[in-house]
């Protein structure tokens, strides 16, 4: 770490804490060249896969798509913006965890459809008719006909 005053590269960690937010370490830390202390912040660094689209092109990872694509699903049911943003941030943990670099628009879709099926009937149909692209109402009925099977063997 170089120091800003006099771009020194040695000096000493004075004093270090969790910051105030809980998501990085603070170092307070002293040149020992120049004698000026200063403060630097450790971050972990997430990193994201990158997003293969069905037409193979590449983008990078979008928490907001996800968030609007629920959004929509969710719209006019009573689902708060808590488990809405509950559901965005495990979809993105999932991803990140897979520590792949690439992943699929289908694959985040799949993650999708599961976090929508165990909170909300109308939510999952509503995602699921967009993301399945369902071609005409039998598409649909299918759709909704295995969603009715898998429910009842829960027992629901």
């Known amino acids: 770490m170089k120091c800003p005053f006099c771009s020194n590269g ?8 969790i910051s105030k937010e ?8 002293e040149c020992l060249s120049c ?10 660094e997430e990193v994201l896969p990158v997003v293969v689209k069905k037409d193979g092109r590449r983008e990078s ?16 049911r009573p689902i708060s913006m808590d488990r809405i943003d509950g ?12 520590q792949q670099k690439e992943i699929s ?5 799949e993650k999708v459809m599961e976090e929508l099926h165990r909170l909300d009937e109308v939510a999952y149909v509503r995602f ?7 071609k005409d109402a ?11 099977k898998q429910k009842e063997r829960k027992g629901k």
């Open 22 to 29: 809980g998501n990085a370490i603070r170092r307070r830390r």
């Open 105 to 109: 628009t289908s694959e985040i879709g």
């Open 10 to 17: 040695e000096n000493k960690v004075i004093d270090s804490r």
């Open 87 to 98: 559901i965005v941030d495990r979809i993105e943990q999932a991803c990140q965890d897979t």
């Open 138 to 148: 039998g598409d649909f009925f299918e759709e909704l006909s295995a969603f009715l």
């Open 61 to 76: 990872f979008e928490r907001d798509k996800i968030l609007a694509g629920i959004k929509k699903a969710c719209e006019k």
């Open 128 to 134: 699921a008719s967009v993301y399945r692209q369902f």
């Open 35 to 44: 004698g000026k202390r200063f403060t630097t912040y450790e971050y972990v």
